[in-house]
């Protein structure tokens, strides 16, 4: 095959790629409560569940990204939100002091709440039950098993404050 064909050929499903999660974005909107200018910034982003899943204006979430809301929880994201790519966020999972040789090990539910303009860093995990307050960052490669407050910066196995953020140097005077 020539390199023409070849170029041509992906190309062409490129374009088919692009245009199924199109309809697959397209479907989520159908099913959850996304602001119209919610965006999905990448491929192989998942929202799934019975669950609702509610996306503010402005906030956007990246490729590789996975989004689940079983039955009777929610997730919450606020507005102007940056969730970057291949962040996990479950609100059901096992919990890790079940006794997993029983035949229905205990697992753990609970919302997960993102405050107006947050930003997740890179391959993030958030546990079931997690508040992230208005205004928090969170640092690529973290395991947020705990609320964080508002305007804090957090990062690590598991999370933990890294400090308050100094906004006062934002301000506009």
């Not at 119209?36 to 979430?61: C, H, L, P, R, T």
């Amino acid at each position: 095959m020539s390199g023409l064909a070849i170029r041509i050929i992906s190309k062409f499903l490129d374009f088919v790629r692009s245009a199924s999660w199109k309809i697959t974005y397209s479907a989520y909107r159908d099913k959850y409560d996304l602001h119209k200018n919610f965006s999905f910034n990448g491929a192989y982003i998942q929202f799934y569940g019975e669950g609702k899943i509610q996306a503010g204006d402005g906030s956007y979430v990246g490729g590789l990204s996975t989004v689940q809301a079983v039955s009777e929880c929610s997730v919450t994201i606020g507005a102007g939100c940056r969730i970057s790519h291949n962040v996990r966020m479950y609100t059901q999972s096992a919990d890790a002091d079940a006794d997993f040789s029983c035949a229905n090990p205990r697992e753990k539910q609970g919302n997960i709440i993102i405050g107006d303009y947050c930003w997740i860093g890179a391959n993030v995990f958030i546990s079931p039950g997690v508040t992230i307050g208005r205004n928090a960052v969170v640092g690529a490669n973290s395991v947020v098993t705990r609320n964080i407050p508002p305007d804090e910066i957090w990062g690590g196995v598991p999370a933990k404050l890294i400090r308050q953020k100094n906004i006062a140097s934002d301000a506009v005077l």
